[in-house]
């Protein structure tokens, strides 16, 4: 079965401080890779997505995220967070066992800007 | 447009009953989704629907089940309520074309507690 993993449990940082969140997926098949966000009290948005082509790609916010297959990573940044980034991440793949359309989630990154 | 709509938001139960939560896609989206968010399994994808019928179905036991209407509108059951079952449910609703992937847009989930 396909997992994510997500390294980051909890991340503390200062506003204008850069941000990195690792994300490495199982699966060696077909996949899409996603990034969401859950503002508190907010749904889950989508901040970006690769679905193939250019691995380097930009989202909302000013975030973006880098696929390396060799690493079956897809890390996510920010040079400059601000407060209204406080949040929890998530990375996720589709694909392998749960098919095309249900989507994998790693357990998730609490970011928390302290202005 | 509206989004996704998920009622009630808030849902308290004892072991042992059963619980009907309730989710309306997006106008024109086909298919829903399922997941399950806990503090310890994190999100995770319970079953899809498209067309009134299950085409993808996660690790969950048979107590966890669900139908769309024909209208899309879907409901998911859960009998027999155990503590474990406290958790967020959310509910995604997608275009569902032929494409590898569509992007889920997530409702404000119905939070149950079991006691």
């Known amino acids: 079965a396909q997992s994510v993993s997500q390294h980051n449990h909890h991340v503390i940082l200062s506003e204008a401080a850069s941000l990195e969140l690792g994300c490495n997926y199982s699966?060696?098949?077909?996949?899409?890779l996603f990034w969401y966000v859950q503002y508190p009290g907010q749904h889950l948005q989508l901040l970006l997505k690769?679905?193939?082509?250019?691995?380097l790609v930009k989202g909302i916010k000013g975030f973006e995220a880098e696929f390396i297959k060799s690493k079956f990573s897809f890390n996510l940044r920010k040079p400059s967070v601000q407060w209204s980034d406080t949040a929890e991440y998530f990375c996720?793949?589709?694909?392998?066992?749960?098919?095309?359309?249900?989507?994998?989630f790693g357990s998730g990154t609490r970011l928390q800007v302290q202005p | 447009k509206a989004g996704v709509t998920q009622t009630p938001r808030y849902l308290i139960k004892t072991r042992g009953q059963q619980v009907t939560l309730s989710c309306s896609p997006i106008s024109g989206h086909r298919s829903v989704s399922w997941y399950q968010q806990t503090p310890g399994q994190g999100l995770q994808f319970l079953f899809e629907?498209?067309?009134?019928?299950?085409?993808n179905k996660g690790n969950f036991p048979g107590r966890f089940s669900g139908r769309q209407f024909s209208n899309s509108r879907s409901e998911m059951n859960v009998s027999t309520l155990e503590l474990g079952d406290s958790a967020l449910y959310l509910c995604?609703?997608?275009?569902?074309?032929?494409?590898?992937?569509?992007?889920?847009?997530f409702g404000p989930g119905t939070r149950l507690t079991v006691l």
């Open positions: 699966y060696g098949g077909t996949v899409n």
């Open positions: 690769y679905f193939s082509g250019d691995p």
């Open positions: 996720a793949v589709n694909g392998g066992d749960t098919g095309r359309r249900a989507l994998t």
């Open positions: 629907y498209f067309s009134e019928t299950q085409r």
């Open positions: 995604a609703s997608s275009l569902a074309t032929t494409a590898f992937y569509n992007e889920q847009f």
